[in-house]
């Protein structure tokens, strides 16, 4: 009898899902498209635009190499490093720059707040798996790339987040 009741419901609850369309993506086939560019914070106004916080985008031609990014992120996760770059820049004496560990990173943001030169913003880009922790590790010349739309793949909007397919 119980068995009989336990696949009756599964059962039903089969049938009931049948109406029920499919919440989530048909990844990577299908993926999301985002509204803006990412997570941006105005030192100058003291505000944030929102958006996804995915891996950083640094602009080394705002870069002073101040390290209060590094600083921010200290008490969260210790991802931030400031590494040697091999450009010469203006207002960079030191020639050091953020260099992240996304094995650490909780995308948290700090980093992004505490920059006062407008020159680490976060991007729409989350495929960030690797098979090596190594491969987690951007460097500055990483950080600078900016993000490829994929061409290959269907883009969806959805004002819930994810579109049914
Ligand atoms: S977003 Fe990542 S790198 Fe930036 S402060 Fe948060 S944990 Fe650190
Ligand atoms: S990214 Fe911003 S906070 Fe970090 S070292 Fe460069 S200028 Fe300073």
Redesign the pocket.
Known sequence: MGTATGIIKALNSGVKHLAVKRFTLRYPEQKLKFVGDGYQFDPSSGVAIAGLKGRHM?FHD?????????IACEGVAEAIG?VKVPDKWGQNAKS???QIDYGKCVFCGL?VD????Y??YMSNDYELSSFTKEGLIYTPAQLQVKPQVQQDSELIIDKRGARHG
């Open positions: 640094l705002h870069c002073t190499g101040c390290q209060l990014c590094s400031m050091i720059m953020p980093c505490a920059c006062p030169f020159a680490l």
